[in-house]
Every structure is written in structure tokens, then in C-alpha cells.
């Protein structure tokens, strides 16, 4: 599904349940036909005909085995972060005759992992689902969450469970990684994300040349470029770009500005792709090499104040694993 199709609540937020970002399923009444770790999975749900294994047809996501007495199937997930949660996706791809009527989602705060002793929070009252399709359900809940228990009436099967939210920023007495996405950076435009972007600010380095942001070759004069919404207002320390894996395509050389939007109000990524490339230079132009981590800091990095947005640029072209921007939180906090 593209982004413009998601609703409001799935937009400048995170899927906080992604395994990809470190969520983990911790539990489940039963997992006979299909895996919990199956329904974190980041990659959309797919379907093969023919596949089965040692107990039946084999499907991609969490599924249980048909319930013969009372009662239901739950299971409880470690977000990747604790965070505030905007909404869900139960996602029941290619589940149809075996889909639960319904769910309900709860949620807890418990840093050290729930025990019988954790309350945990209705964030969803038991609404009904449908066959092979994505449920969008809003929350409007306040507080912070690291876990989440979602219950399946009365058993069947869940292909993906996508729970949108922002990650709570927590203090550090050191530099912060401000474009983390586990920290609540986000990209919010580019130049060109023909081979994918989405994994730019995601943790950990890149498992191949897919886990990245790359841009399709550029064949006219220019170079490519992508904004960061930082997690805070904050000045920048140090800024580390990795190549890992773009080998024959990792970028001739980068570059980065920076700005401070505080209070700015208006469509952010028409903004942003009309004033970006005015913004102060924080990074002159550095050579990169291939399928390397680059660290630039000290008097390469050139104090611009307190900023909210930066925009690396890469030229002309090519793949970049991940972005890590390292900083301080300024007076006034959160973006």
C-alpha cells in the first residue's frame, strides 16, 4: 500500500512492531499452524499454493489451530521502543476461511517485560475482520506503551500486526542519535527513492544492498538529496554516513545542510523541496568509499545552532545504508 493511501494516524509515525526495528514476540496461547515472529515480519504477506510443511498448509503469519472448547487465542509483543500509539493495521493477507472474527488490542508499560502483575490498558475494544484485507484501527489513547497483547475471537489467523506510533526520546548524557527512527527521526521528502528509503534511519548496519536508501542513476547534471526531520530541536556533534554493501554505487561524495523550522506550519514536503537546497551548510562536500562507515565530526562539522531538519545530499547519485546525525538536545526539547 502506498503512503497516500494510509490513513492520517499511519503518517509521520512508525511501525512500532516491526521486527526490523527490534519488536519481538514474547508469547502466545498457540502457534501451531504459523509462528508469532511471522506476524512481525516487515516484508508484506505472500501467498504460495502448493507450500506445505509438517503441519499443514503453510501461511505467512501468526495462526493458530481451531479452537474446540471456550475461550480464545492471544499473544503479547515487545515493541521496538515504547512509544505513544496513534493506530493499528491487522493485517488478515490471504487469510480466507481461516481469518479470526474479531480483535481486540491491549497495552502495558513495563520496561522489565509484563507479569501478573502488569495492568494493561484496553486500546482497542473487539471490533470485527473481514477476510484477506488490512483493518485500520485509530487510537486515541494517551500514555506510553512497550508492549502490546492482541486477542484473535475465537482463534485463526493474523498475517500481519502493524501497531503506527511515535517513539519516546529518552535522555542521554551523551550525544543522541537524533535521526534514529527509534528516537522518532523521520524522512519527510527526497529527490528520488526509486530503490527504497525507508530503512535510512533504521538500527543496526544494513544486511544487504536492499536495506538502504538508493536513487535510481542520475543522467542529467545535479545531484540526489533527502530531508530528516530530527527527533528534537538540538545542535549536531558528529555525522556518520555508511556505505555498507554499495559497492559499484555508493555516492562519489556527500554533503549536508541544516535548518531550524521550529514553528513552521504549512505543507513540511512542498517546504522542504523548495527552500532545502537554501539551507546553511553544517557539511562541505566529503569523498566516500565503498561499503564503509565514514564518521565526520570536529571542525568538519560546522556549528549552525539549533536545528530541527538536516538534508544530506549525495553526489551525484547512489546507495547510502544508514544515516546516523549525533547530537544535543536544545533548550525547548521536542520538535
Known amino acids: 500500500m502506498s503512503s497516500a493511501a494510509l490513513p492520517a494516524f499511519a503518517r509521520g509515525t512508525i511501525n512500532l512492531a516491526s521486527a526490523g526495528f527490534g ?70 493477507a490471504f487469510f480466507t476461511g481461516n481469518y479470526p472474527t474479531a480483535c481486540a488490542i491491549e497495552g502495558c508499560h513495563a520496561p522489565g517485560g509484563p507479569d501478573d502483575e502488569t495492568i494493561w490498558v484496553n486500546l482497542l475494544a473487539p471490533s470485527q475482520l473481514g477476510p484477506s484485507a488490512q483493518h485500520f484501527f485509530d487510537c486515541a489513547c494517551d500514555g506510553l506503551y512497550s508492549h502490546v497483547r492482541i486477542r484473535i475471537y475465537p482463534d485463526g489467523g493474523v498475517a500481519r500486526l502493524r501497531v503506527y506510533g511515535t517513539p519516546a526520546l529518552e535522555p542521554a548524557e551523551g550525544p543522541i542519535d537524533l535521526a534514529s527512527a527509534l528516537s522518532g527521526g523521520q524522512v519527510v521528502a527526497f529527490s528520488n527513492g526509486h530503490y527504497g528509503h525507508q530503512r535510512l534511519l533504521a538500527p543496526g548496519r544494513g ?129
Open 207 to 335: 544486511v544487504n544492498m536492499g536495506d538502504g536508501w538508493e536513487t535510481s542513476r542520475r543522467r542529467e547534471p545535479g545531484h540526489e538529496w533527502i530531508v530528516v526531520k530530527l527527533a528534537a530541536r538540538a545542535t549536531i556533534e558528529s555525522i556518520v554516513v555508511d556505505t555498507a554493501h554499495f559497492k559499484g554505487n555508493y555516492p562519489d561524495a556527500c554533503s549536508m545542510q541544516a535548518a531550524d523550522l521550529t514553528g513552521t506550519t504549512g505543507d513540511l514536503p512542498t517546504l522542504v523541496k523548495a527552500a532545502s537546497m537554501f539551507w546553511q551548510e553544517i557539511l562541505p562536500e566529503q569523498k566516500l568509499a565503498a561499503d564503509r562507515i565514514h564518521t565526520f565530526d570536529g571542525h568538519l562539522v560546522k556549528q549552525a545552532g539549533a536545528v530541527t531538519h538536516v538534508r544530506l545530499n549525495i553526489h551525484p547519485d547512489g546507495g547510502i545504508s544508514r544515516l546516523r546525525v549525533f547530537g544535543h538536545l536544545a533548550e525547548g526539547g521536542k520538535t
Open 23 to 92: 519488536a519481538r514476540g514474547l508469547f502466545a496461547t498457540d502457534e501451531f499452524f504459523g509462528p508469532l515472529s511471522r506476524m512481525l515480519a516487515d516484508e508484506p504477506a505472500v501467498y504460495h499454493p502448493g507450500r506445505y510443511d509438517e503441519n499443514g498448509k503453510w501461511m505467512d503469519g501468526w495462526e493458530t489451530r481451531r479452537r474446540r472448547g471456550p475461550g480464545h487465542d492471544h499473544a503479547i509483543v515487545a515493541l521496538a521502543k515504547p512509544g505513544r500509539i496513534r493506530g493499528f493495521d491487522v493485517d488478515t
